[in-house]
């Protein structure tokens, strides 16, 4: 278990985290809930409607972070050559999308990253330090959905873009200021790979 997911009978998952490793993903998961924000309704909590009715912003945002967890929805015109026409009804078509569905977007991955920090502060402490968390399928789901969003964004911040990146973070230099990062993308990425097998298992 140490290090990798495992299926716990009747469904959810299992992993042993030592302290380090639960600092490590809590300080990860409240640094990505400050990067997407509170939800619309934050200023009006007393007013549901006013929040279900709420539209989204229509422009991508402009921190390369958000740009990776919060996508267009129709390619990027340059990986998908066209007409100045085609690329403006793409941009239209993407703006009108991303208005009605990045609110729903961000409450989904808030709610990720704020079930990743509540079941890691519900952890009881074993003698030798860390423990052993234990997620129920919904927990592991959402554990899923923000290791994913985790990856991403840490990837943006590192300028990966394709597999051939990731083999060149393996032969950084140890002194490089980025190894610290690398090492946390390709440790949350294990955890993330071990976690789809235990929950397709």
Same mark, same amino acid.
């Given at each position: 278990?140490?290090?990798?997911?495992?299926?716990?009978?009747?469904?959810?998952?299992?992993?042993?985290?030592?302290?380090?490793? +639960?600092?490590?993903?809590?300080?990860?998961?409240?640094?990505?809930?400050?990067?997407?924000?509170?939800?619309?309704?934050?200023?009006?909590?007393?007013?549901?409607?006013?929040?279900? =009715?709420?539209?989204?912003?229509?422009?991508?945002?402009?921190?390369?972070?958000?740009?990776?967890? =919060?996508?267009?929805? @129709?390619?990027?015109?340059?990986?998908?050559?066209?007409?100045?026409?085609?690329?403006?009804?793409?941009?239209?078509?993407?703006?009108? =999308?991303?208005? #009605?569905?990045?609110?729903? *977007?961000?409450?989904?991955?808030?709610?990720?990253?704020?079930?990743? +920090? /509540?079941?890691?502060?519900?952890?009881?402490?074993?003698?030798?330090?860390?423990?052993?968390?234990?997620?129920?399928?919904?927990?592991?789901?959402?554990? *899923?959905?923000?290791?994913?969003?985790?990856? *991403?964004?840490?990837?943006?911040?590192?300028? +990966?873009?394709?597999?051939?990146?990731?083999?060149?973070? #393996? /032969?950084?230099?140890?002194?490089?200021?980025?190894?610290?990062?690398?090492?946390? @993308?390709?440790?949350?990425?294990?955890?993330?790979?071990?976690?789809?097998?235990?929950?397709?298992?």
């Amino acid at each position: 278990m140490p290090g990798h997911f495992e299926p716990l009978p009747g469904g959810g998952a299992a992993v042993a985290l030592d302290d380090v490793e +639960i600092s490590i993903i809590r300080s990860l998961a409240v640094q990505l809930l400050e990067l997407i924000g509170p939800g619309p309704g934050a200023d009006a909590p007393d007013d549901p409607l006013a929040e279900l =009715f709420a539209e989204g912003p229509s422009e991508p945002p402009a921190d390369p972070v958000l740009r990776r967890l =919060f996508p267009d929805a @129709y390619s990027d015109p340059e990986h998908s050559p066209g007409s100045p026409a085609e690329a403006e009804e793409r941009r239209a078509h993407s703006a009108e =999308f991303r208005r #009605y569905t990045e609110n729903d *977007l961000r409450a989904g991955k808030r709610q990720n990253a704020l079930g990743v +920090i /509540r079941s890691l502060d519900a952890l009881a402490p074993v003698d030798e330090g860390g423990a052993v968390l234990k997620l129920s399928p919904e927990e592991s789901r959402q554990w *899923l959905g923000a290791l994913n969003d985790l990856r *991403l964004a840490i990837g943006a911040r590192l300028e +990966i873009t394709d597999e051939d990146d990731t083999d060149l973070l #393996y /032969r950084l230099p140890e002194e490089d200021p980025r190894k610290p990062m690398v090492l946390a @993308y390709l440790w949350l990425g294990g955890l993330q790979e071990t976690l789809v097998s235990t929950l397709m298992g």
